[in-house]
């Protein structure tokens, strides 16, 4: 098919009709992504390097995307989780508990204290606030996202060193109700 352009250069004569279907031809090869290269490339241009490359630069952002994908849905796997296994805590007791190198304060009541104290309740970081999950529900996060889970009683009760203090300090009694 030709357009309007084409028909009024052949009626003036200035180009013949093989040319225009020839024209057509390669026009219609280019559209459907048949088209061999030009003829007119440098000769010192290495198409299949060219297109090696190119290959190289779109599976490099395939993968990128594919990687940045995959962040956001184990971020919304964590975020569901966490969400659907909060523990509602509100209370007069403050808890304190560090999180990096700052100290963060959570408002619990008596009955979250032992609780947490005993591991069977794990303090997780949701954006910038800070809830109460079951173990269980910990345990799958902590398969998604390590850094997610702030506090672990049970994972901090590590085997003591050999050659500390901790023969010197035994002999002290520390009170089961130390709030600091």
Do not use: C
Not at 144 to 164: F, M, N, Q, W, Y
């Amino acid at each position: 098919m030709r357009n309007p352009l084409q028909e009024q250069l052949l009626k003036a004569g200035l180009v013949k009709k093989g040319k225009v279907a020839q024209v057509v031809r390669d026009q219609n090869k280019q559209r459907q992504g048949k088209a061999k290269p030009p003829a007119d490339a440098a000769p010192g241009v290495d198409v299949a390097a060219l297109q090696a490359e190119r290959a190289a630069r779109d599976r490099a952002l395939a993968a990128e995307r594919n990687a940045e994908a995959r962040a956001a849905e184990v971020r919304a796997q964590l975020r569901q989780l966490i969400e659907h296994h909060r523990v509602k805590h509100a209370g007069e007791l403050a808890y304190r508990f560090s999180d990096g190198n700052a100290i963060k304060t959570l408002w619990i009541d008596a009955a979250l204290r032992p609780q947490l104290a005993a591991g069977q309740l794990l303090i997780a970081r949701l954006d910038e606030n800070y809830v109460l999950v079951p173990r269980a529900a910990a345990d799958k996060i902590r398969e998604r996202d390590p850094a997610a889970i702030v506090l672990d009683h049970k994972a901090t009760t590590a085997a003591p060193e050999a050659g500390s203090d901790d023969e010197y300090y035994a002999r002290f009694e520390v009170p089961d109700d130390l709030v600091w």
